[in-house]
């Protein structure tokens, strides 16, 4: 199985449930001998949390920029962009107990549901999009993010319509 560094001596094996107890219990230990400071988990919690609010404003300002740029109708040399930016998914296993998880969660899905509308409407010129899209890691928590982004129903018409000009 991958592991994977999750910020100071916290690795989340793939797999594994990295919900916020879980993710504490990993970082200040269950084990006496492999428990951390305090000053290293605060530290450490003072930087995720940074790390969050950075986050959740790119994820804002690239939602801005979706929003100008469909409203000035310049928008199909964004969109691939973007989709660049966000193809790593929301990556907030690197940001439990700093308190921004939520936060960037929701911006994530907000970014992403525009996005997923705007190539939605400039399909043909944004289908390198599409893919990028499909290949975004969700985990179980982002689930609600992946329903409401629009992402399955494009994919279903997507597929609708080329079962319609198959033979």
Do not use: W
Not at 32 to 55: D, M, Q, V, Y
């Amino acid at each position: 199985q991958e592991k994977r560094q999750t910020g100071y001596n916290v690795t989340a094996t793939e797999g594994e449930s990295t919900g916020p107890v879980d993710e504490l219990f990993k970082f200040i230990g269950c084990d006496p001998n492999k428990a951390i400071s305090c000053e290293t988990f605060l530290s450490a919690a003072k930087l995720r949390h940074a790390r969050g609010k950075a986050r959740s404003k790119a994820l804002r300002l690239m939602h801005q920029l979706l929003t100008k740029a469909d409203q000035a109708k310049s928008v199909t040399h964004l969109v691939q962009d973007i989709a660049m930016m966000l193809r790593c998914g929301p990556r907030c296993e690197e940001l439990y107990c700093g308190g921004m998880t939520e936060q960037v969660r929701d911006d994530f899905s907000s970014t992403l549901q525009l996005l997923v509308k705007l190539t939605a409407s400039h399909l043909v010129q944004c289908s390198e999009t599409v893919a990028l899209i499909c290949i975004i890691p969700f985990s179980r928590t982002d689930d609600a993010c992946l329903l409401t982004s629009g992402l399955l129903k494009l994919i279903d018409t997507l597929l609708a319509g080329s079962k319609r000009t198959e033979p």
